[in-house]
């Protein structure tokens, strides 16, 4: 937003200085990019008066002029202008000035032999003009011709300064000026100036069927005025002038008018001839063929910039007689545009839902002044009356008459005013710190000043103040903290005292962040890298039993390929598994813990995982393989993921797997955390491996990081104890067992801890073999048990005994037969 200091200071009587005033704005909040000083593009320049003018004898093009300046000799300066003779005043650049539109600093100079003292300018050298034919002529640009030497600057309004500023998406009232101005208001205690309402133009049912009404509702409002007898053509010095300030182009009074206002009020007006209209339907312009509608696939639309656009059903477009007329919050249409022609305009005055132009303008690739301000969304209260405002200037400019005004509007419960109480404010504010360094609670007063410069309504009562919000402010401030954070901020959060909580009490990590960072770097410490990837993905997944219904879709994505939050944090840590070995690195070892989601879920659908990718050897570990790269085997792998689990002290249990597609049916494990099941480990899917082109040895694992957080934050249980060394003997046993292939070593290890207590220390699977020597669908099992006292020696009859006891569990329990 291009913020014009003298029109500014029309509308509030602020003078502080510029950079007073930009570094006040900035810290509350409204950061000032630049601050341009017209003044500097015609700083030197002056009038000057030509004298004579001789052809150069040494060239054809250029001529000989000698130019008084008001000084006590004239300047001989030589230029290339055709238009420039005897008789004339001009623009003078003297020696030594700088012209930043042309980044030209002037010295004397000889051109083909002949001195030259200075320069005759052009509107382009001044930065008038993109572009100019010929130097220009102050007696055809001014009215009078002030004397000469007089700075030229003022004359062409080049003694402002303007104020770039960047406007946060919470605060659509600073893309106007009156916003700025109550802005600047509340921050100086300056007095405002704003002009007085436009008489108010009675509205006119609009005569649109009852489906056209609930599209207009579902944007708040929709309005034209009718008016004619207007004569269309430049617009006066001023109000170019401030366009051109704010960084707009002047095309005519009528469409300056509109633009004017929109800078005014934040509000986008558009004008469309009307006798263009009439022209599309074949009759005379009739309001009841107005329409809001989608724009149809495939519909061409030619729009004011002369762009030609296909439109799609994402594009909300006005139409007129089922022809669209305007991009509805983005741009209008070449079909109705107003030109030197026109005698007639509806003047539209409408409010537009900001998603609806948010897509639209995406969907042609089109973003506008208009459109930058819908999207932030605009006070429904506003519309009619910069309506009126443009009414007010349009007869005032152009000679319009109203005709009458049709409109329609969603209606709504007035705003309740918000509760502001004082102790409220000043508990979580604190003191202030005042001139002479005293702390004490804001003043009332300045709270009631602050509130009331922002166009809210105040009423006091018992505990403070009943605040009514003003229509420009009702999208941020909605309730008492709004409210409160508004006084600070412009009060200045650096007058407010510091202090330390009372009592102070010391922070920390609680056990969960402890637990997830300890897992992290023991998961680093195992080999694998921590990767970060972006939580918005495609609307489906071409994982292996990926559910599109899962994935939450954004409400305005930016493109396709981000509409969507991910489900799943395995489909990236492939891709990047693949650019990496694509790239030439012999494996690729990684994990990421974030957030997913599940549209389907009851609780919201929100989850915590860890998960992560085993694929191909490590570099620094080819040294061990005589440089040749070696892939781990599923227990190496399952080993490199229990090194971080066993840090946290987990009772982590596999069970076999075979219904997880992405994974090989019978390389896979479900991990079970304190007896549930927590996550699965194993071997990719030799299909999946194949459509990434990855090694048939590459491992995937993903755990639910609430079931690891709440198992590993139980009472003590990864905090180091102490256990002294054992003072007596151990005896160690060999059990082999013959059992159904399908039983898994780690069920029959739970079942022989359960029954070897309390003298089984230690047991551990040493062997396990199928082959002829076993019976089909048979295979042994091989268990070492270490057995103790801590306070005495075994004999072997209490061995035996505790030995049996466990060879007794397994065979009622599994079967198991001792192998002979």
């Known amino acids: 937003m291009r913020v014009s200091l003298q029109w500014l200071q029309e509308l509030v009587a602020c003078t502080l200085p510029v950079e007073e005033l930009a570094e006040r704005l900035s810290v509350a909040g409204f950061e000032v990019e630049e601050i341009e000083d017209l003044a500097a593009r015609a700083a030197g320049v002056v009038v000057g008066h030509v004298q004579s003018r001789e052809p150069h004898p040494n060239a054809d093009k250029l001529s000989v002029c000698t130019v008084a300046i008001g000084a006590d000799e004239p300047l001989q300066i030589v230029c290339g202008a055709k238009n420039v003779r005897a008789g004339i005043h001009v623009a003078v650049a003297t020696v030594g000035s700088y012209l930043p539109a042309v980044d030209l600093t002037i010295k004397p100079a000889e051109l083909r032999g002949v001195a030259s003292s200075g320069m005759i300018c052009s509107l382009s050298e001044l930065g008038l003009a993109d572009s100019s034919d010929g130097i220009v002529i102050l007696d055809e640009a001014l009215a009078s011709v002030p004397a000469l030497g007089t700075p030229v600057g003022p004359m062409f309004g080049l003694d402002d300064q303007v104020l770039e500023l960047a406007i946060t998406a919470n605060r659509p009232d600073g893309l106007s000026m009156q916003g700025i101005a109550?802005?600047?208001?509340?921050?100086?205690?300056?007095?405002?100036?704003?002009?007085?309402?436009?008489?108010?133009?009675?509205?006119?049912?609009?005569?649109?069927?009852?489906?056209?009404?609930?599209?207009?509702?579902?944007?708040?409002?929709?309005?034209?005025?009718?008016?004619?007898?207007?004569?269309?053509?430049?617009?006066?010095?001023?109000?170019?002038?401030?366009?051109?300030?704010?960084?707009?182009?002047?095309?005519?009074?009528?469409?300056?008018?509109?633009?004017?206002?929109?800078?005014?009020?934040?509000?986008?007006?558009?004008?469309?001839?009307?006798?263009?209209?009439?022209?599309?339907?074949?009759?005379?312009?009739?309001?009841?063929?107005?329409?809001?509608?989608?724009?149809?696939?495939?519909?061409?639309?030619?729009?004011?910039?002369?762009?030609?656009?296909?439109?799609?059903?994402?594009?909300?477009?006005?139409?007129?007689?089922?022809?669209?007329?305007?991009?509805?919050?983005?741009?209008?249409?070449?079909?109705?545009?107003?030109?030197?022609?026109?005698?007639?305009?509806?003047?539209?005055?409408?409010?537009?839902?900001?998603?609806?132009?948010?897509?639209?303008?995406?969907?042609?690739?089109?973003?506008?002044?208009?459109?930058?301000?819908?999207?932030?969304?605009?006070?429904?209260?506003?519309?009619?009356?910069?309506?009126?405002?443009?009414?007010?200037?349009?007869?005032?400019?152009?000679?319009?008459?109203?005709?009458?005004?049709?409109?329609?509007?969603?209606?709504?419960?007035?705003?309740?005013?918000?509760?502001?109480?004082?102790?409220?404010?000043?508990?979580?504010?604190?003191?202030?710190?005042?001139?002479?360094?005293?702390?004490?609670?804001?003043?009332?007063?300045?709270?009631?000043?602050?509130?009331?410069?922002?166009?809210?309504?105040?009423?006091?009562?018992?505990?403070?103040?009943?605040?009514?919000?003003?229509?420009?402010?009702?999208?941020?401030?909605?309730?008492?903290?709004?409210?409160?954070?508004?006084?600070?901020?412009?009060?200045?959060?650096?007058?407010?005292?510091?202090?330390?909580?009372?009592?102070?009490?010391?922070?920390?990590?609680?056990?969960?962040?402890?637990?997830?960072?300890?897992?992290?770097?023991?998961?680093?410490?195992?080999?694998?890298?921590?990767?970060?990837?972006?939580?918005?993905?495609?609307?489906?997944?071409?994982?292996?039993?990926?559910?599109?219904?899962?994935?939450?879709?954004?409400?305005?994505?930016?493109?396709?390929?981000?509409?969507?939050?991910?489900?799943?944090?395995?489909?990236?840590?492939?891709?990047?598994?693949?650019?990496?070995?694509?790239?030439?690195?012999?494996?690729?070892?990684a994990f990421e813990l974030g957030n997913v989601f599940d549209a389907t879920a009851a609780d919201g659908g929100q989850r915590l995982q860890l998960a992560g990718v085993i694929c191909g050897s490590r570099q620094a570990e080819l040294w061990s393989s005589s440089g040749k790269p070696q892939a781990l085997d599923y227990f190496q792998a399952r080993g490199v993921l229990q090194q971080p689990l066993d840090s946290l002290k987990l009772p982590v249990e596999d069970r076999r797997l075979s219904d997880e597609p992405l994974l090989h049916p019978g390389r896979a494990a479900q991990l079970a955390v304190e007896g549930r099941p927590g996550g699965w480990f194993g071997q990719v899917h030799p299909e999946l491996a194949e459509r990434y082109d990855l090694p048939a040895a590459t491992y995937l694992f993903q755990l639910e990081m609430a079931q690891l957080l709440s198992a590993a934050t139980r009472r003590n249980r990864w905090q180091p104890a102490f256990a002294s060394f054992a003072t007596v003997p151990a005896s160690e046993r060999d059990l082999a067992l013959v059992v159904p292939a399908t039983t898994a070593s780690g069920q029959l290890l739970q079942a022989i801890r359960k029954a070897g207590k309390p003298l089984l220390e230690q047991a551990e699977l040493v062997d396990r073999y199928e082959g002829e020597q076993v019976a089909a669908g048979s295979c042994s099992q091989a268990f070492r048990l270490r057995y103790r006292d801590a306070k005495r020696t075994l004999t072997d009859t209490e061995v035996d005994g505790a030995h049996e006891k466990i060879r007794a569990a397994l065979e009622k329990q599994f079967g198991a037969q001792l192998r002979g």
């Open 182 to 589: 109550r802005e600047v208001a509340a921050l100086s205690g300056a007095a405002l100036n704003l002009p007085a309402a436009a008489p108010a133009i009675p509205v006119q049912p609009l005569p649109v069927s009852a489906s056209v009404q609930e599209r207009i509702e579902a944007g708040g409002l929709f309005s034209v005025t009718a008016l004619n007898n207007l004569q269309v053509g430049p617009s006066p010095q001023w109000l170019q002038s401030r366009l051109e300030r704010a960084g707009l182009r002047p095309i005519n009074n009528v469409v300056d008018i509109t633009n004017l206002v929109m800078l005014e009020f934040g509000q986008p007006l558009h004008a469309f001839d009307a006798a263009k209209l009439a022209a599309l339907s074949g009759g005379q312009a009739d309001p009841s063929r107005l329409d809001l509608r989608s724009g149809h696939s495939g519909e061409a639309f030619k729009a004011l910039d002369a762009s030609e656009h296909s439109l799609s059903d994402e594009a909300w477009v006005v139409s007129y007689a089922d022809q669209p007329v305007a991009l509805a919050g983005v741009i209008g249409g070449d079909n109705s545009c107003v030109d030197s022609s026109t005698t007639s305009i509806w003047l539209e005055a409408a409010m537009f839902a900001p998603q609806t132009v948010r897509r639209s303008a995406r969907s042609v690739g089109l973003r506008t002044d208009a459109s930058s301000r819908f999207e932030k969304g605009l006070p429904r209260e506003v519309t009619l009356n910069a309506a009126d405002r443009a009414v007010q200037l349009l007869q005032d400019l152009c000679g319009a008459q109203v005709e009458g005004r049709w409109g329609h509007e969603r209606s709504e419960a007035p705003r309740p005013a918000l509760q502001l109480r004082s102790d409220a404010l000043h508990n979580l504010l604190g003191p202030v710190v005042d001139a002479s360094g005293e702390e004490g609670d804001l003043p009332n007063a300045e709270i009631e000043q602050i509130l009331t410069a922002l166009g809210c309504q105040l009423r006091p009562d018992d505990e403070g103040w009943q605040v009514q919000v003003p229509p420009s402010r009702a999208m941020d401030l909605q309730r008492e903290v709004d409210l409160i954070e508004e006084v600070a901020r412009l009060v200045g959060y650096d007058r407010f005292a510091s202090h330390l909580p009372d009592p102070t009490e010391p922070g920390g990590l609680s056990d969960a962040q402890q637990a997830e960072r300890r897992l992290r770097r023991m998961l680093v410490d195992a080999g694998l890298q921590e990767t970060c990837s972006l939580s918005l993905g495609p609307a489906e997944s071409d994982r292996p039993g990926a559910d599109p219904q899962r994935r939450v879709a954004l409400a305005n994505p930016l493109l396709a390929d981000y509409s969507h939050l991910r489900d799943s944090l395995v489909d990236e840590l492939l891709q990047a598994a693949q650019r990496n070995l694509q790239a030439g690195r012999s494996g690729f070892w």
